[in-house]
Nanobody, 123 residues
Framework: QVQLVESGGGLVQAGGSLRLSCVAS????????MGWFRQEPRKEREFVAA????????YYADFVRGRFTISRDIAKNNIYLQMNSLEPEDTAVYYC????????????????WGQGTQVTVSS
């Protein structure tokens, strides 16, 4: 059984920073790619970033534009999303997930999901 718990969301002013954390439990998590997605009300879940199982390769959505960094601590089964230069358009619930495929940008490739953490960016 895999469980994912996100934390680190909150309210921040435009231009500010947040660091999201995701603690993963389960025997196979450390061997799989993981990712971050986000979702606004009444919109589809949107890819943000993904990282390879070894943590050496990362992928980002175009809108990130160098503002976010995904990382992972394999020993702790954690992944992180450092978000800088936040914009009001970044307001959403952010989810971490474990991929059953590669470090994909397609949400259907992900097998396990956390409950999400709310990020709100004020203008």
């Amino acid at each position: 059984q895999v469980q994912l718990v996100e934390s680190g969301g909150g309210l921040v002013q435009a231009g500010g920073s947040l660091r999201l954390s995701c603690v993963a439990s389960g025997d196979t998590v450390s061997t799989k790619p993981m990712g971050w997605f986000r979702q606004e009300p009444r919109k589809e879940r949107e890819f943000v970033a993904a990282i390879s199982r070894g943590g050496t390769t990362s992928y980002y959505a175009d809108f990130v534009r160098g503002r976010f960094t995904i990382s992972r601590d394999i020993a702790k089964n954690n992944i992180y999303l450092q978000m800088n230069s936040l914009e009001p358009e970044d307001t959403a619930v952010y989810y971490c997930a474990v991929s059953g495929q590669g470090p994909s940008s397609w949400y259907r490739d992900y097998e396990y999901w956390g409950q999400g953490t709310q990020v709100t960016v004020s203008s």
